[in-house]
């Protein structure tokens, strides 16, 4: 029936923060209600019908462990650690389609944004999910400055699996790289001249203040 | 007709140096012709795009978008928000959307705000530069400035996903939109009636992290342009343009193809068309020449 209970020492134990096992116990069983809660549009997961539309309408669809109509219906099984450490929302290409196609209307993209959020957040994401990660760097580039430097981010790309890989991949990709070099889509200045916007610090300020107020959300719950 | 005048958020991609500097170019040489005049938004920051929310939550999101539409109501009053980029778009027009739509939500953003001295009041329409073009032109009025009519030219329509879904642009349908090809024809050009590719995904921000999944999508994309004899593939996107164009040797490698085909945006189809030379319509961005379109420029 529910996965949440026999697991749960199991989660306890590779439990890397006091919220996670917060989450767990005070969901207990009720897997559908935490994703409810605390996840961004996650009310809209008990309006599924299951009919499929969104996994034949994702474009990485056959990437996908499982497509969103089957994640939902995990949900609400209770299906909580298989859920929430799945690599399938982090497929997500974004493109939309299935928002477009749901009869019912749901958010499907921002759901799978949610879930990813709320995994990496309890930190039960898969740590070397490519997507995963790029989208973590990205999120460290644009708030450091606040705008993305994309010389700086190609770089980290490129490493982001170790050295001797990143030394395979920056060598494959730089044809691309003098390509854009070369039409002045990118600059190796932008290593160290990179402007970002004047109002960082209050960028910094304006991120702290909003990740409070939703922390406090949440632990209102 | 009156100078028209926008608050404008270029986003990332469109800055010197950046990988869509060629887009905001054209764009440039396109609004000159049509007397619009774009204020940017003083200090916009970044919107997060399509895969800020791994590292940002909800509201981290959203306010980052909130900080340019609340920075934009103070310093372009009454002005309308364009974006150029999709993805700017979509992130800056949810923004507006959501915290318009969800009280508490508002009030969450405003108490943010409020750190940094800024409100935001949801005053203003956030718009796509093609919105503009159709809604506030229409196609004959853009068609009126046409110098040099891309006589001949077969241009593959691609839409893309982000300026198409979710919210559709000019009402039209997400399976099939039309804009593009209207413009295409209003320049002179010939747009592919049959090109099956127009709304396929190119993997977005994935083709950095998926490479293979995405090349994979992308071959088919321009696959699909040569089987139905395009010269060209015109594109409202920056992330479209950059992944169709860039990759298209690494394809040619994997796949065993030959392709050679150039992606330029509809701003860049729209400048030669308007009788702007080869570098103000960003031609020189290219890294596959559009070679056709550059006789045009030429003339």
Redesign the interface.
Known sequence: MNDTSKPLDAIRKMSMSDGKTAMVERYRNHFLKEVTDNVEEGEWVNMCMQCGVCAGSCPLGNAWAHPPQEIFMMIRAGKRQEVLTSDSMWMCTSCYNCIVRCPRKLPITHIMHGLARYAERLGLAPKNQPTRKFAMMFWDNITKTGRANEVTLGIRLYFMHGFIKGIKTALKMLPVGLNMIKTKRMSPLGLVAHQGCKGKNDITKLLKKAREIEEARMKKH | MAKKQYSFYPG??S?K??????YMTSVNAMCDVLDVQLNEIP????C?????????????RL??SA?NLAISEQENKGQDVVATCAACWLATRETKERLESDNQLMR??N???A??GLKYEAKQKVRHMVEVLIEDFGYDKLGEKVKKPLDGLKVAGYVG??TN??F?IDGES?ENPMYLDKLVETMGAEPLEKYDKKV??C????A???PE??QA?IKDIIESAYDHGADIIATPCPVCQMNVE??Q??INKTYGKKFNMPVVYYSTLMSVAYGKGHRESGL????IPATKLEKFAAK
């Open positions: 990332c991609s800055e140096n950046a990988s869509a500097s060629n200090d916009w920051n970044c997060g795009a399509s895969v800020g929310y791994a590292g940002g939550g909800e509201l981290e306010i980052l900080r969450d953003a108490q943010a705000l750190e940094i996903c982000q879904r979710p559709g997400y396929q995904c993997g977005g921000a994935l950095f992290s998926e999944k995405s999508m860039i990759y040797d690494q020189d961005g290219q890294i």
